[in-house]
């Protein structure tokens, strides 16, 4: 196991936006996640941090960033404008090829909720440049036209018990086109707070970047 990271702050200089960011590169990382948080959340979110840590701990960087400007954020509607956050992870995406440390790292995207429905329509636009795109309780039917275009390899983690949310999932996962598995945590809901159920969430993101973002 890695020692603990401190996360570095960043400045993402995008186009109509300067956003928050927490950065972790461990030495010989073998991939980069970048985070895509739900609607009402942002970098801090506790659950991305959770999995963020272990996927550090497994040697990936983690890039966990705010989509959205702090005034940005009190328009109700700015949290679900699907082509805004879409926008703000491919500028991510950009400003991790500048950086000269990072530029060469596969990228990976974790997105929640909301946030993963603009990790597929990035993913679709970017194409081979993304090993590996992970949904939790992700909302793919807010992004079905890209779906078809997604070429990572995609593992989709749903709630037992998150019945809409499954039920749209497994629509997407026939649209997926490249390597795709979807996993039904029993019992989870569709935040993963039942006990137990956000390790599995993080233990199945190491797993599938081993697989396919190293």
Do not use: Y
């Amino acid at each position: 196991m890695l020692p603990s990271l401190a996360p570095r702050p960043v400045r993402l200089e995008l186009p109509h936006a300067t956003l928050l960011g927490d950065l972790v590169v461990p030495a010989r990382a073998a991939g980069i996640v970048v985070f895509s948080h739900g609607s009402g959340s942002s970098r801090l979110s506790p659950r991305n941090q959770h999995v963020a840590s272990s996927l550090q701990q497994a040697g990936f960087g983690t890039l966990l960033f705010d989509l959205l400007t702090a005034e940005e954020d009190r328009a109700f509607e700015a949290r679900f404008d699907i082509d805004l956050l879409t926008r703000r992870l491919l500028g991510a995406a950009s400003w991790l090829r500048r950086e000269q440390r990072l530029h060469d790292l596969r990228l990976g995207f974790f997105g929640a909720s909301t946030g993963a429905a603009a990790a597929f329509n990035a993913a679709a636009e970017l194409g081979s440049r993304v090993g590996a795109v992970i949904s939790r309780g992700g909302r793919p039917d807010l992004a079905l036209p890209a779906l078809s275009r997604v070429q990572a390899s995609t593992l989709l983690i749903v709630g037992g018990q998150d019945w809409p949310v499954l039920g749209a999932n497994e629509r997407a996962l026939a649209d997926l086109p490249g390597p795709k598995q979807l996993h039904v945590v029993p019992g989870a809901g569709h935040l993963f707070e039942e006990p137990g159920t956000l390790d599995e969430v993080a233990g199945l993101a190491v797993d599938w970047c081993r697989q396919h973002l190293s």
